[in-house]
Nanobody, 115 residues
Framework: QVQLVESGGGLVQAGGSLRLSCAAA????????MAWYRQSPGLQRELVAA???????NYADSVKGRFTISRDNTKNTVNLQMNSLKPEDTAVYYC?????????WGQGTQVTVSS
């Protein structure tokens, strides 16, 4: 089975940067879509950024121009470079990987942005 392992979260001051990484351990095929979601306590999980196997990206309006998603298809990893972080970005960030048959989720990594 596939296990998604996130890393790179932490505490950062507003205006700072963090880089999240997600490794799809045990995967032997390319996922159609890999993405990052985030969730704050009491709120719904929301899509932050997604990238297709062909490299087409999609971003939430709130992070456009600040976040960049990328992937390495050979290693089945996905990264999220987060710049100009704001307190509103504070959340648990989850890695997601999908193909026509399966939908996998990581355990999440905490990102806290202080003002």
């Amino acid at each position: 089975q596939v296990q998604l392992v996130e890393s790179g979260g932490g505490l950062v001051q507003a205006g700072g940067s963090l880089r999240l990484s997600c490794a799809a351990a045990g995967s032997i095929f390319r996922f159609n879509t890999m993405a990052w979601y985030r969730q704050s306590p009491g709120l719904q999980r929301e899509l932050v950024a997604a990238i297709s196997s062909g490299g087409v990206t999609n971003y939430a309006d709130s992070v456009k121009g600040r976040f960049t998603i990328s992937r390495d298809n050979t290693k089945n990893t996905v990264n999220l470079q987060m710049n100009s972080l704001k307190p509103e970005d504070t959340a648990v960030y989850y890695c997601n990987a999908r193909n026509p048959f399966s939908d996998y989720w990581g355990q999440g990594t905490q990102v806290t942005v202080s003002s």
